[in-house]
């Protein structure tokens, strides 16, 4: 079955930092992986994807994550935090059989100045 | 361009009074529709989805229902509201894999 994890429920990072948060997937066949960013209130936000070829993709805001199959992760990374990216955020994958995505729990980002 | 809208944006209601939330696309045509819900600290939950008129899929075993009365109009309900139905309820829609999803700005339900 398709699953997502993320590890770590919240991070503390200061501002102008860089920042790493952690995806593992578990699927069979080659996934479609997403990240989403919540603020406070609202609804999601798409920062990337990656369906296949380049295994480093840009997003919004800043972000890139990096696709590698041999450790099953796709890890969202950014070199300078900024105090406006605290926020909630979801690693996703893509089941085409299910016609849904799965999310994993998320983690909180808290930027300290 | 495609827009989603989702209200309304906060609800308090009691224990045992119905619900109805709902959500419409515009710009677009056939969109896969789905209701999930984040309860406090946790993680989404998938409810419900639909790729079409009249096709709901349930996720999950619940005393919530949805249907799609119209293309682009997605509507969660109940007929009998529980103190766990409390949180924030979230619609979404997707023209296909390649696109993600696209969320609305969600529902925050408070059951008392």
């Known amino acids: 079955a398709q699953s997502v994890t993320q590890p770590d429920i919240h991070i503390t990072v200061s501002e102008g930092a860089s920042l790493e948060l952690r995806c593992n997937y578990s699927?069979?066949?080659?996934?479609?992986l997403f990240w989403y960013v919540q603020s406070p209130g609202q609804g999601l936000q798409l920062l990337l994807k990656?369906?296949?070829?380049?295994?480093l993709v840009q997003g919004i805001k800043g972000f890139e994550a990096e696709f590698k199959r041999s450790q099953s992760s796709f890890n969202l990374r950014k070199p300078s935090v900024h105090w406006s990216d605290a926020a909630e955020y979801f690693c996703?994958?893509?089941?085409?059989?299910?016609?849904?995505?799965?999310f994993g729990t998320g983690t909180s980002l808290t930027v300290i100045p | 361009s495609q827009t989603i809208h989702q209200w309304p944006a906060t609800l308090v209601q009691p224990v045992g009074s119905p619900l109805s939330l709902e959500c419409t696309v515009e710009g677009t045509s056939n969109p896969n529709l789905y209701w999930y819900r984040q309860a406090a600290g946790r993680g989404l939950q998938l409810l419900f989805y639909s790729v079409g008129i009249g096709q709901i899929s349930s996720e999950v075993p619940q005393n919530l229902s949805a249907s799609r009365p119209q293309d682009r109009q997605f509507i969660l309900s109940s007929k009998k509201l529980l103190l766990s139905d409390s949180g924030f309820y979230l619609c979404?829609?997707?023209?296909?894999?390649?696109?993600?999803?696209?969320f609305g700005s969600g529902t925050r339900l408070t059951v008392v």
């Open positions: 996703a994958v893509f089941s085409g059989t299910g016609n849904q995505f799965y």
């Open positions: 990656y369906f296949s070829g380049d295994t």
């Open positions: 979404a829609w997707t023209r296909g894999t390649n696109y993600g999803y696209t």
């Open positions: 699927y069979g066949a080659t996934p479609y």
